[in-house]
């Protein structure tokens, strides 16, 4: 769904939606799993820089709520994460700011996005609040045991065998031996 900046001049606009996983593209870093719902209002707030330049900034504000699967990020098998948050955003036009190097940017404004030609997509934000409040780093329990770095087996299923192996010198040698006898 895209804001087009001259719909949201005549009036603000309400959604309230339910978006099917695909609909927006996590990449490889999450995967939605049922509906994204996300509801909220788009409305243009008028930055009056000056009496000929007033900027036309559009306000997101809303509520999203979905489920996510990330990788584990010891073991790599799949973690459900519940996710809700709330967003209030201001965008800015692209164009608006294309001098901003000259300009001085005070710290509020460092959290202003902005939006390409006259429309903002909602899914580019979503995917961004999802993103955003998603954890840094996701263990699929606290003490997961994670892959075996020698033949990546799931040490949470299953001990493997190498693990009494190099780092117990007695068993290195008897390793070394074995290799040596073989023809
Ligand atoms: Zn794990
Ligand atoms: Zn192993």
């Known amino acids: 769904m895209d804001f087009k900046i001259n719909d ?11 978006l099917a996983p695909g609909a927006v593209d996590f990449g490889g870093e999450a995967e939605q ?12 707030l008028h930055e009056h820089r000056g ?10 504000k809303g509520h999203l709520a979905g489920n996510f699967q990330v990788p584990c990020a010891r073991c790599v098998e799949p973690v459900g ?4 948050a709330d967003f209030d955003l201001i965008f800015r036009p692209v164009a608006a700011d294309s001098g901003a190097a ?17 429309s903002l997509s909602l899914e580019d934000v979503l995917r961004e609040q999802v993103l955003l409040a ?7 329990k606290p003490d997961c045991k994670g892959l075996c770095p020698r ?9 493997c065998n190498c693990e009494a192996g190099p780092s117990n010198p007695h068993w290195e040698a008897l390793a070394g031996l074995r290799d040596r006898i073989k023809p």
């Not at 949201?8 to 339910?18: A, Q, S």
């Not at 000259?102 to 006259?118: F, S």
């Not at 033949?151 to 001990?159: K, P, T, Y």
């Open 51 to 60: 009496p000929r330049d007033i900027v036309a900034d559009i306000r997101l």
């Open 8 to 18: 949201l001049e005549r009036e603000p606009i309400d959604f309230d939606l339910g």
């Open 102 to 118: 000259e300009r001085a940017i005070t710290a509020p404004e460092t959290e202003i996005g902005y939006y390409q030609k006259d």
């Open 151 to 159: 033949c990546g087996e799931n040490r949470n299923h299953q001990a």
């Open 81 to 84: 994460i519940p996710l809700e």
């Open 134 to 140: 998603l954890p840094v780093r996701t263990l699929c």
């Open 33 to 44: 799993v049922g509906a994204l719902a996300a509801s909220g209002r788009a409305e243009v």
